[in-house]
């Protein structure tokens, strides 16, 4: 029987590019890829850079490298606005469409067998590899947290968005460096298994994975129940052990560690053939977008540009998001650029705004309490809210949220409960930073 | 840091909109759940007009109009958004006609509906904050019209369906089941009568067989769970076996399960959202809570009913079993978070 845990929903799959096999994007005219926090620029405006050349040095904290996804000339390093809405810089490209490689991107000269784990995790720390499922964590760094600590390797191919179909086309298109990946971070890890998780919904990718792995003892592939957010890591290590991991805590903690399978990716082709992370796998759908694709894409392609490349518009959209429909942020308008964390981009019409008009209200269905997966009360943390009273907010779990969107999703009286929740967490999160006493919590700027 | 412009490009001409995740929704709507409720109440609504007559629809009618409009009516004054096309009024208003014998003049369910609508739900904040459920807090109301409320008919027997009122001053009320049952006997009728309904009571609570259809439908379309429905009539039957007031206390049982508004109230009363709990465990707690009652009062109250009563004194306790059956919360050993020791792991399945 396929694993699974408690709370969740099925929500329609709407995998309309499944059956696209990945298509590669030609470099575009421009890219405006983002460095990453508190990088500094590793070039100037003027300057000619190659594709896989370094462009950001890596500050300190959660930031990393960065590297040119084409060939050309910077034109401007300037400040906008990530997916996230936090100011970044980057750094504008123009291509040359020649997309010659630098000299830098060489293979490993040391075997694996030979490298000491300091040695890895600095490959895998120069090739500015982030959690490529939409964490954006810094693989190194989490690798390192992990070192000692992690007994089990998880490689998540769960995919539980709808519409998102992009690393579904990778177990199928890229299976070998999958396996050889997991192999890599089981080497950099000490870790004797690794186990790749996946919905029941892609049994094809299993079945390829499997072929691969067949007679290894090494790699195991685990069938998931198709549910909604079953990609969440609390819940992948939930269905696999019954472990339950307090939000306050780390998947290491409990000795597992999770990499999606992109950036399982990502780490083979930096040890096998040196190459940074500079392009991704992206799905493009939606009810607006002509050709649903899953496309191969430079990072710092626009929007714009990706969308063309699908053959544009079918409709006139109202809303672009970025990443999964569940737990994706809106865009205002199609210069935003790919970066290394888009799993998806996505154009919705009018049409799949809700019918019902009526003003939010509760109507205690408790819907939302039985397919929350951390087990919380979404209606009374937003009824809270919505009053200002954060402390009982906070008492009912407010900060266990990991705004996965199931209760929004399901709820029959349209409350915006994950808004409302999210408002919650910001407040509680101010005051205790604010370290005052417990009053004057409450202003009541919720979301109605 | 010199060559990083500021940002300042100009204003793209087309802008999306931009809005809080999840940006699908899931079809049901309330309308659609109410919608539902109504579809399931159908096949018992059909037999009381094959049973009862026209009158039946000429009552369903009347409260179902009443509600609607004094809902609209209520919220036009408050200068509220009028919400009527939820049509949570239209359930509300079908479920007090269900409520009352076929006998009833036709201005009594106008007076329940305004009860319900005006007074229990409305003037408590409207759908999802009344804590008594309208329908039945109107039938308990209505009772004050005691004839009216309580004079029945054999079934086949069709009263006028326009006449304002069709009681006399030497009508005879037709024994319901109940009366034998409080007593200790078993009634005259077979258990296939009792099931399809073909005995005297009110208009939608004789066919406890087309209530559970109707109920099977609510469960596979997942508006109510099976919980309540279970735990209540589950209740009853093992108090009417195990405290028999007949020496066959199977036939008893039977009989106590089939007559009387059970079916109805656990079905469709007892599992209204805004008045019963939260939780599958609050469920639970909630339907025994409603078994009890209703044994307790048909079996030593002045009243044969029991359902009503029972359902409205467990609404009242809503809150408090929501505030026991809080679900741990994921990762925590208890419902209040942050209250996971932190570095114990004596617990199996805690980290």
Same mark, same amino acid.
Request: glycine content about 10%.
């Given at each position: 029987?396929?694993?699974?845990?408690?709370?969740?929903?099925?929500?329609?799959?709407?995998?309309?590019?499944?059956?696209?096999?990945?298509?590669?994007?030609?470099?575009?005219?421009?890219?405006?890829?983002?460095?990453?926090?508190?990088?500094?620029?590793?070039?100037?405006?003027?300057?000619?850079?190659?594709?896989?050349?370094?462009?950001?040095?890596?500050?300190?904290?959660?930031?990393?490298?960065?590297?040119?996804?084409?060939?050309?000339?910077?034109?401007?390093?300037?400040?906008?606005?990530?997916?996230?809405?936090?100011?970044?810089?980057?750094?504008?490209?123009?291509?040359?469409?020649?997309?010659?490689?630098?000299?830098?991107?060489?293979?490993?000269?040391?075997?694996?067998?030979?490298?000491?784990?300091?040695?890895?995790?600095?490959?895998?720390?120069?090739?500015?590899?982030?959690?490529?499922?939409?964490?954006?964590?810094?693989?190194?760094?989490?690798?390192?947290?992990?070192?000692?600590?992690?007994?089990?390797?998880?490689?998540?191919?769960?995919?539980?968005?709808?519409?998102?179909?992009?690393?579904?086309?990778?177990?199928?298109?890229?299976?070998?460096?999958?396996?050889?990946?997991?192999?890599?971070?089981?080497?950099?890890?000490?870790?004797?298994?690794?186990?790749?998780?996946?919905?029941?919904?892609?049994?094809?990718?299993?079945?390829?994975?499997?072929?691969?792995?067949?007679?290894?003892?090494?790699?195991?592939?685990?069938?998931?129940?198709?549910?909604?957010?079953?990609?969440?890591?609390?819940?992948?290590?939930?269905?696999?052990?019954?472990?339950?991991?307090?939000?306050?805590?780390?998947?290491?903690?409990?000795?597992?560690?999770?990499?999606?399978?992109?950036?399982?990716?990502?780490?083979?082709?930096?040890?096998?053939?040196?190459?940074?992370?500079?392009?991704?796998?992206?799905?493009?759908?939606?009810?607006?977008?002509?050709?649903?694709?899953?496309?191969?894409?430079?990072?710092?392609?626009?929007?714009?540009?990706?969308?063309?490349?699908?053959?544009?518009?079918?409709?006139?959209?109202?809303?672009?998001?970025?990443?999964?429909?569940?737990?994706?942020?809106?865009?205002?308008?199609?210069?935003?650029?790919?970066?290394?964390?888009?799993?998806?981009?996505?154009?919705?019409?009018?049409?799949?705004?809700?019918?019902?008009?009526?003003?939010?209200?509760?109507?205690?269905?408790?819907?939302?309490?039985?397919?929350?997966?951390?087990?919380?009360?979404?209606?009374?943390?937003?009824?809270?809210?919505?009053?200002?009273?954060?402390?009982?907010?906070?008492?009912?779990?407010?900060?266990?949220?990991?705004?996965?969107?199931?209760?929004?999703?399901?709820?029959?009286?349209?409350?915006?409960?994950?808004?409302?929740?999210?408002?919650?967490?910001?407040?509680?999160?101010?005051?205790?930073?604010?370290?005052?006493?417990?009053?004057?919590?409450?202003?009541?700027?919720?979301?109605? | 840091?010199?060559?990083?412009?500021?940002?300042?490009?100009?204003?793209?001409?087309?802008?999306?909109?931009?809005?809080?995740?999840?940006?699908?929704?899931?079809?049901?709507?309330?309308?659609?759940?109410?919608?539902?409720?109504?579809?399931?109440?159908?096949?018992?609504?059909?037999?009381?007009?094959?049973?009862?007559?026209?009158?039946?629809?000429?009552?369903?009618?009347?409260?179902?109009?009443?509600?609607?409009?004094?809902?609209?009516?209520?919220?036009?004054?408050?200068?509220?958004?009028?919400?009527?096309?939820?049509?949570?009024?239209?359930?509300?208003?079908?479920?007090?006609?269900?409520?009352?014998?076929?006998?009833?003049?036709?201005?009594?369910?106008?007076?329940?509906?305004?009860?319900?609508?005006?007074?229990?739900?409305?003037?408590?904040?409207?759908?999802?904050?009344?804590?008594?459920?309208?329908?039945?807090?109107?039938?308990?109301?209505?009772?004050?019209?005691?004839?009216?409320?309580?004079?029945?008919?054999?079934?086949?027997?069709?009263?006028?369906?326009?006449?304002?009122?069709?009681?006399?001053?030497?009508?005879?009320?037709?024994?319901?089941?109940?009366?034998?049952?409080?007593?200790?006997?078993?009634?005259?009728?077979?258990?296939?009568?009792?099931?399809?309904?073909?005995?005297?009571?009110?208009?939608?609570?004789?066919?406890?067989?087309?209530?559970?259809?109707?109920?099977?439908?609510?469960?596979?379309?997942?508006?109510?769970?099976?919980?309540?429905?279970?735990?209540? =009539?589950?209740?009853?039957? #093992? %108090?009417? *076996?195990?405290?028999? !007031?007949?020496?066959? &206390?199977?036939?008893?049982? +039977?009989?106590?399960?089939?007559?009387?508004?059970?079916?109805?109230?656990?079905?469709?009363?007892?599992?209204?959202?805004?008045?019963?709990?939260?939780?599958?465990?609050?469920?639970?707690?909630?339907?025994?809570?409603?078994?009890?009652?209703?044994?307790?009062?048909?079996?030593?109250?002045?009243?044969?009913?029991?359902?009503?009563?029972? =359902?409205?004194?467990?609404? #009242? %306790?809503? *809150?408090?079993?929501? !505030?026991?059956?809080? &679900?741990?919360?994921?990762? +925590?050993?208890?419902?209040?978070?942050?209250?996971?020791?932190?570095?114990?792991?004596?617990?199996?399945?805690?980290?």
């Amino acid at each position: 029987m396929a694993l699974s845990f408690i709370g969740g929903l099925h929500i329609r799959g709407r995998k309309d590019a499944r059956r696209s096999e990945i298509e590669k994007m030609p470099s575009p005219s421009v890219v405006t890829i983002p460095l990453s926090l508190n990088s500094e620029p590793a070039v100037s405006v003027g300057d000619a850079v190659l594709r896989g050349q370094l462009i950001g040095f890596a500050g300190g904290g959660r930031s990393y490298p960065t590297h040119s996804s084409v060939s050309g000339t910077v034109t401007a390093i300037k400040e906008k606005t990530t997916p996230n809405g936090e100011a970044e810089k980057y750094i504008v490209i123009q291509s040359d469409g020649l997309d010659a490689i630098s000299p830098d991107v060489q293979p490993q000269t040391k075997r694996i067998s030979e490298m000491t784990t300091d040695e890895m995790i600095d490959i895998i720390f120069r090739a500015g590899i982030v959690g490529m499922g939409g964490g954006g964590y810094p693989t190194a760094q989490k690798v390192r947290a992990a070192l000692g600590k992690a007994t089990r390797l998880i490689i998540n191919g769960i995919e539980c968005e709808p519409y998102l179909t992009s690393n579904h086309r990778v177990m199928l298109e890229n299976s070998a460096a999958i396996i050889n990946g997991t192999k890599i971070l089981m080497k950099v890890l000490g870790i004797r298994q690794g186990e790749i998780a996946i919905a029941d919904n892609k049994l094809d990718a299993a079945n390829a994975l499997e072929r691969l792995a067949a007679g290894s003892e090494l790699i195991k592939i685990r069938i998931f129940k198709t549910k909604y957010p079953q990609g969440a890591e609390r819940q992948i290590i939930n269905a696999l052990t019954g472990k339950e991991i307090h939000v306050d805590k780390y998947p290491h903690d409990a000795g597992f560690v999770v990499f999606n399978v992109e950036t399982c990716v990502a780490v083979y082709n930096a040890f096998a053939h040196g190459m940074p992370l500079i392009e991704r796998v992206i799905t493009v759908s939606g009810d607006c977008i002509k050709e649903p694709k899953n496309v191969m894409v430079p990072i710092g392609t626009s929007y714009a540009a990706l969308i063309d490349f699908c053959g544009g518009f079918s409709k006139k959209p109202k809303r672009i998001i970025c990443g999964g429909p569940m737990m994706g942020v809106t865009q205002w308008d199609l210069q935003t650029s790919v970066t290394k964390t888009t799993t998806g981009v996505l154009a919705f019409s009018e049409e799949m705004e809700s019918r019902y008009n009526n003003p939010p209200v509760c109507i205690r269905c408790g819907r939302c309490i039985r397919v929350c997966p951390m087990h919380l009360m979404p209606n009374y943390i937003a009824m809270f809210t919505v009053r200002g009273d954060y402390i009982n907010a906070d008492k009912h779990g407010a900060l266990s949220c990991i705004e996965c969107g199931s209760c929004a999703y399901i709820c029959p009286g349209q409350v915006p409960l994950v808004a409302n929740i999210r408002t919650a967490k910001t407040r509680i999160l101010q005051k205790r930073k604010a370290g005052r006493k417990s009053d004057g919590m409450s202003d009541g700027n919720a979301v109605q | 840091m010199s060559q990083i412009e500021k940002k300042g490009e100009a204003a793209p001409s087309t802008l999306f909109t931009v809005s809080s995740s999840p940006h699908i929704k899931h079809e049901d709507d309330t309308r659609t759940i109410m919608l539902d409720v109504i579809i399931a109440l159908l096949p018992a609504l059909i037999y009381a007009v094959y049973n009862f007559g026209f009158r039946v629809l000429t009552l369903v009618f009347l409260a179902v109009g009443a509600s609607i409009l004094f809902e609209g009516a209520y919220q036009m004054l408050m200068k509220q958004s009028v919400v009527v096309s939820d049509i949570s009024a239209a359930v509300t208003g079908m479920l007090i006609a269900f409520n009352m014998p076929v006998t009833a003049p036709l201005w009594l369910p106008v007076i329940g509906a305004f009860f319900a609508i005006v007074i229990v739900k409305q003037l408590f904040g409207g759908i999802g904050k009344n804590f008594l459920n309208p329908a039945l807090a109107a039938r308990v109301f209505m009772l004050s019209w005691a004839k009216e409320m309580t004079t029945f008919v054999e079934p086949g027997i069709k009263p006028s369906a326009t006449a304002i009122s069709v009681i006399t001053s030497d009508s005879v009320s037709a024994a319901t089941p109940l009366a034998t049952l409080k007593i200790g006997h078993i009634p005259n009728l077979s258990i296939k009568e009792m099931l399809v309904g073909d005995h005297a009571g009110s208009i939608g609570e004789i066919s406890a067989l087309l209530l559970a259809l109707g109920g099977c439908y609510l469960l596979v379309r997942k508006i109510i769970t099976w919980h309540i429905p279970v735990s209540y =009539i589950g209740t009853v039957a #093992l %108090l009417t *076996f195990v405290f028999s !007031k007949n020496p066959l &206390p199977y036939d008893y049982m +039977s009989y106590q399960i089939l007559s009387g508004g059970l079916f109805l109230g656990a079905i469709f009363m007892a599992t209204d959202y805004s008045t019963s709990p939260l939780t599958g465990k609050g469920k639970l707690i909630f339907g025994v809570g409603c078994g009890l009652l209703t044994v307790l009062i048909r079996y030593f109250g002045a009243y044969n009913e029991g359902v009503a009563f029972s =359902i409205l004194i467990m609404n #009242l %306790l809503v *809150f408090y079993i929501d !505030k026991i059956t809080k &679900p741990r919360i994921f990762g +925590s050993s208890t419902g209040i978070h942050g209250s996971a020791k932190r570095g114990k792991t004596n617990s199996p399945k805690k980290v």
